[in-house]
């Protein structure tokens, strides 16, 4: 992962990686070898080049391994006694790896102690670029766990590093200015994978207090049996907690969804002013991903996923952490989490930039260029819906406001 030294005049990008994370994350028995994709495509489109953008520059960052201890701030003892110890890969008990979730999409495996700490180390090394100066945004796209809870393996989530990331955030302080007590920092977490942020959603439920630090929003396709299901999951009601939102969508979501539902995004940004930003760009709500509920487009047009990122990094200005996850076609999600890179340098690639010869380059067929088009699919999100979205959120937000001001 070597190259050139960052240039420290510009603003810094931290791309966490490290051929120790692709190695492991290799070894995780969904999305294999994905990881080796974006990071290889990224590099051979030129992303990690110290003059790519005239404005920001990329530092590869490889991650700290979390230890013991960083992982137990959220995962309990019990869970993590038995992921960490490699004696549990062949053998462990059924009956603990039934209660820990540790079967079916979440099977044991060789290399799991390893994979844990190095994913949950990699979202809280992306955490820590930020109290860098100059490091306004940072890159982790072996993270984005979101399924993953406090005491079960989940969704082929076996480390809550959103969580992790979240709590280590919530920690941060900056000095008060009439030398009261520290000022406590406000994060949003914003979640764009087709799958309902349950994980997340969960840990942070209900925990905002009379000044609240922390909001949690997830975009998604929520349907009976459609995993996961939670009634966290759902439109936000006159009783649920306003700093836990949902924005559920229906199938064919496209780009003019995306658009109309970025409306409700950019109210609650308003009204919540975070100091932090955790984007969770899970992709597989792209046109062409396996499991073809959504028909989101990668760019440019408003609304694609392109221009739902691009707001965040541009016109927000919050530091931020943008994270990767679903995406189970994976030349697909190579080609959007490096498509993304180079909108977070300040320098978007042009779509129709064919990719480049390098060693994954026959996995590029038969386009072998950078874009993800929508298909054909019908946007069974009418007008009726979208606004009784909006009648939903408008009502948050002011309930969002009022908290705020208090
Ligand atoms: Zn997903």
Not at 27 to 50: D, I, K, Q
Not at 101 to 113: I, K, T
Not at 355 to 372: Q, R
Request: with cysteine; charged share 15%; aromatic share 10%.
């Amino acid at each position: 992962m070597a190259t050139a030294e960052p240039d420290w005049e510009k603003g810094i990008v931290a791309y966490v990686a490290s051929a120790d994370l692709t190695k492991v994350s290799f070894l995780l028995p969904s999305n294999r070898n994905r990881s080796a994709l974006v990071h290889t495509l990224a590099r051979a489109l030129g992303l990690f080049l110290r003059n790519f953008s005239p404005t920001r520059t990329i530092a590869l960052v490889p991650p700290q391994s979390a230890g013991f201890a960083e992982l137990n701030s959220y995962h309990t003892k019990e869970y993590l006694d038995f992921v960490l110890d490699p004696n549990n890969v062949e053998g462990g008990d059924e009956g603990t790896k039934m209660e820990l979730g540790l079967e079916d999409d979440c099977p044991p495996f060789e290399g799991m102690a390893q994979y844990v700490c190095l994913v949950g180390g990699a979202s809280l090394t992306a955490v820590k670029m930020l109290c860098q100066a100059g490091c306004e945004l940072a890159v982790c796209w072996d993270g984005g766990r979101h399924h993953a809870q406090k005491l079960q393996a989940s969704g082929f989530c076996y480390v809550a590093d959103c969580t992790l990331a979240l709590m280590a955030l919530r920690r941060l302080t900056q000095p008060n200015p009439t030398a009261g007590l520290p000022i406590k920092m406000r994060t949003m977490y914003l979640d764009l994978d087709l799958h309902f942020s349950d994980g997340v959603l969960h840990a942070f439920h209900r925990m905002s207090t009379a000044s609240p630090h922390l909001l949690t929003f997830s975009i998604h396709h929520a349907a009976p049996g459609f995993f996961p299901t939670s009634p966290l999951a759902a439109l936000p009601s006159p009783d649920s907690d306003p700093f836990t939102l949902s924005l559920p969508l229906r199938p064919g979501a496209s780009n003019r969804t995306f658009a109309r539902a970025w409306q409700c995004v950019e109210l609650v940004r308003a009204a919540f002013d975070p100091d932090y930003v955790v984007l969770q760009c899970g992709v597989d709500g792209l046109a062409g991903d396996p499991c073809a509920v959504f028909n989101w487009a990668l760019g440019p047009d408003e609304g694609s996923l392109r221009w739902c990122v691009g707001r965040v990094v541009n016109e927000w200005c919050s530091k931020k952490v943008l994270l990767g996850r679903g995406g189970y076609d994976l030349p697909n999600a190579a080609r959007a989490w490096a498509y993304l890179t180079s909108v977070a340098l300040g320098h978007p690639l042009s779509l129709d930039t064919p990719i480049p010869d390098h060693a994954h380059f026959p996995t590029y067929a038969p386009s072998f260029s950078l874009d993800v088009t929508a298909g054909n699919m019908q946007d069974q999100n009418t007008s009726e819906y979208l606004l009784a979205v909006d009648t939903a959120f408008d009502a948050v937000v002011n309930k969002i406001t009022e908290r705020m001001a208090k």
